[in-house]
């Protein structure tokens, strides 16, 4: 979806940036695909990545832009994705089927849309501590959990109609590292802080700063195209 | 007071674990260990798409 929103754009894939310097007479960014100059730059990388420092910026972030990074470590909600033949076990599209865990967290459980849009597909849902773990184990052992959680409910049934199965791999993709970025408790304010201006030529936009708008990839729309703004405004070119 | 969500939620309430799950790990990918109430308040208006 986000592709084809974008098809139109000069878009360079492929080229993750290693390196942002702003000490020259423009911005030098690095990337897997060469080096480029540019008169400002916008830095949209999860708070993932950037706690990660797999991106070299010279002068280095502030310090309350850091703090407020750390302070905002990403969530994870993974998808389990399950293809059936067809067979819907009685259950209507685009509904959630869920189920009874401990009331003590976190839990180990999977929640499930079913048949989105009417497709064969039911897309099973892991979260938070056991997402990550379940993340860690790789593809195989999701769709076996998801799986063994749908025969707790359906029985063999499961297995006579299930096709293939996947997992997302956001936990450990190193251009992500999780879904989206969460403020620890006893730290609300971090979102504001990381979204203070920045000196000179970077600007920082995203999912996590986008306000009320935040985990969701329209917010993160929204964050990079007021941040585009703001730079065209301080260009001269708005 | 922004403490985790796990220190304000009441106990014994039926389905508990169901409703913890989907306001922690569905909704904000956290549990509610480390789960911010007045973060998670302050984007109530809006939660991810899990259609897509």
Not at chain 1, 52 to 70: K, S, Y
Not at chain 1, 91 to 100: F, I, M, P
Not at chain 1, 171 to 188: I, K, M, N, Q, T
Request: with cysteine.
């Amino acid at each position: 979806m986000v592709a084809r929103f974008g098809a139109d754009l000069p878009v360079t894939l492929n080229a993750p940036v290693t390196a942002i310097d702003d000490t020259g007479p423009s911005v030098r960014i690095e990337s897997a695909a060469g080096s480029i100059s540019a008169k400002a730059v916008i830095v949209t990388v999860s708070t993932g990545v950037l706690a990660a420092e797999t991106i070299r910026f010279t002068p280095g972030l502030p310090d309350a832009t850091l703090g407020a990074i750390g302070n905002m470590p990403m969530g994870l909600l993974a998808k389990v994705p399950l293809l059936f033949d067809g067979y819907h076990f009685g259950l209507k599209s685009n509904e959630w089927l869920a189920y009874k865990v401990p009331e003590e967290m976190p839990a180990q459980a999977c929640y499930f849309l079913t048949w989105p849009f009417n497709m064969d597909l039911m897309v099973g849902l892991v979260g938070g501590k056991f997402g990550w773990e379940l993340s860690a184990a790789g593809p195989d052992a999701a769709v076996d959990f998801a799986l063994g959680e749908l025969r707790k409910i359906f029985g063999e049934k499961v297995d006579q109609h299930f096709i293939k199965g996947d997992f997302t791999n956001w936990a450990y993709d190193p251009l992500v590292r999780g879904s989206y970025a969460s403020e620890r408790p006893g730290f609300h304010g971090a979102r504001a802080a990381m979204a203070e201006p920045l000196d000179g030529r970077v600007y920082l936009a995203g999912e996590a700063l986008a306000g009320k708008y935040s985990v969701t990839c329209g917010g993160a729309y929204m964050s990079g195209e007021r941040v585009a703004g703001d730079v065209m405004a301080a260009l001269g070119a708005g | 007071m922004d403490v985790p969500a796990s220190e304000v939620r009441p106990n014994g309430i039926p389905w508990s674990g169901v409703s913890q799950t989907w306001t922690g790990p569905m909704s904000m990918g956290m549990d509610f260990a480390d789960l911010s109430p007045v973060d998670w308040w302050s984007l109530s208006t809006t939660k991810p798409n899990l259609e897509v």
